[in-house]
């Protein structure tokens, strides 16, 4: 009986400890809770280089121009293969990035449209919504630095203040709502709040004074909220008066055009001026926690005198910007971020600007705002299982006439491009022919036919592009 007693009053007694202890435990992980800071979103900044061919880096094969940092970023980051712009010109390249919508679903479709009595700009819908505007939603503070070129110089709205973004420094160019003639060096900070001119003599190029909006903005933001970065440059673009005056490849005067020279020397220049960006974040603690991603808006420029082949710009593809074959397409993409991906890799994976919102949502947890064409590469990113495209899809129309409407879509290995000038579908391997060498449509004209389908259901007739919706007779 005593013995009875004497083990219910130990098991009673461990019961109460037990408890306490739980309670005690609890209470600790509880408090360590309190005190622990709550882990913030990742930023986000995005680095959009102007008309950058893909051959253009050293990371990419360039054999002249210098770029060590965005080579080491390279080195230490992710480089992709077969990465491809929004299309092969500005504005309805930058359309899809923002948007997460192909070409032949976005509205901007050319870098200017029809309308009843003048062929001007055309801003992105109010109901597309940006990038900027999803991730405002989701807690992001956002800025948006350099070229937007997707509104219209007579409605405020449509600039990037009024599409998703607290802070935008940006270039405008046109007619104001008054008539007047607007001066795109004039750099309007949050619309018409204010506005800075470009004076080239004060900076060594364009994007040394557009980086430095940036460094302040990173120096006066919310420390405690995530943001979104996306820096618009301006090289290698060439517009006369962005060019640069400096003393970079003095040595090749004699050798070089003036303008090829001045070509090199400015991107050169941006590769310092993202240097300068990286180790802005490393000083103010925020580079662990950000994702960094680098890329051009379409491929290599041949205007202004400046000759695309002179450095071999596209990297021996096919065309350059305002060609949908892979030269005017294809752009390098470089995505770091410090512990998250594996430094030094490579990826052949096919991807587009049009993934970068869902990509961007998932990394913010966040909900995509449209109808996406796009697919996170995010799981590349981590080297986990990649879902793929069925096809990529590229349009533009530039001009009036159908000589300036243009189709290509890449499925696997297979590439078409049709110019609405001949009426044929042209058919590539790239697998055997990545330089676009060698129409093979006569040979498989089953594999024409499945391209001819994507080409035809893709592209969403609009209005202020009439050859919309494909042209398929004379």
């Not at 306490?20 to 979103?41: H, R, V, Y």
């Not at 956002?142 to 998703?164: C, N, Q, Y």
Request: net charge positive; hydrophobic share 35%.
């Amino acid at each position: 009986m005593k013995n009875s007693i004497l083990s219910l009053l130990v098991l009673v007694f461990c019961i109460s400890c037990n408890t306490k202890d739980k309670k005690d435990i609890a209470l600790a992980a509880a408090n360590e809770q309190k005190e622990k800071p709550q882990t913030k979103k990742p930023n986000i900044i995005f680095l959009l280089a102007d008309d950058m061919g893909y051959g253009e880096l050293g990371s990419y094969g360039q054999k002249v121009i210098k770029t060590p940092f965005l080579d080491s970023l390279a080195s230490v980051g992710m480089r992709f293969t077969d990465f491809y712009a929004g299309t092969s010109v500005c504005s309805p390249s930058r359309a899809v990035l923002m948007t997460g919508l192909h070409t032949g679903h976005v509205c901007i479709r050319g870098n200017k449209g029809e309308y009843p009595n003048k062929y001007d700009r055309v801003p992105l819908k109010k109901s597309e919504k940006t990038i900027g505007e999803m991730l405002q939603q989701f807690g992001y503070q956002t800025a948006m630095i350099g070229k937007w070129h997707l509104g219209v110089p007579e409605d405020v709205s449509t600039w990037a203040k009024g599409r998703g973004f607290n802070y935008a420094v940006q270039e405008q160019w046109g007619e104001d709502a008054k008539g007047n003639e607007i001066d795109e060096r004039v750099h309007w900070v949050n619309n018409n709040q204010d506005s800075i001119f470009y004076n080239y003599n004060n900076y060594s190029c364009l994007d040394e004074f557009r980086t430095n909006f940036a460094l302040d903005y990173l120096d006066k933001k919310d420390a405690s909220n995530p943001f979104f970065l996306y820096m618009s440059y301006r090289t290698p673009h060439a517009h006369e008066f962005f060019l640069s005056k400096n003393n970079l490849y003095n040595d090749k005067i004699e050798e070089w055009p003036e303008i090829e020279r001045r070509h090199a020397a400015r991107i050169t220049m941006l590769d310092a001026q993202i240097k300068r960006l990286f180790n802005k974040l490393k000083a103010i603690g925020e580079l662990e926690n950000t994702l960094i991603i680098f890329s051009s808006d379409n491929g290599p420029t041949n205007e202004n005198h400046h000759d695309y082949t002179f450095f071999n710009s596209s990297g021996n593809l096919n065309g350059y910007k305002r060609d949908v074959y892979e030269g005017g397409v294809r752009v390098p993409m470089i995505a770091y971020w410090k512990g998250k991906i594996k430094g030094g890799t490579t990826s052949n994976h096919p991807s587009t600007f049009y993934d970068v919102m869902p990509t961007l949502a998932e990394v913010a947890a966040a909900k995509v705002p449209n109808k996406t064409d796009g697919i996170s590469f995010l799981p590349e990113l981590f080297g986990k299982k990649q879902t793929k495209h069925n096809f990529l899809y590229w349009e533009i129309q530039e001009g009036k006439s159908v000589k300036g409407y243009k189709q290509a879509t890449r499925f696997g290995n297979w590439k078409a491009v049709r110019y609405k000038d001949n009426y044929h579908t042209e058919l590539y391997n790239l697998d055997k022919d990545l330089f676009e060498k060698e129409d093979v449509s006569a040979k498989h004209p089953e594999i024409v036919a499945k391209a001819n389908k994507i080409l035809k259901e893709q592209s969403v007739p609009i209005a202020h592009y009439p050859f919309s919706g494909g042209v398929f007779k004379k």
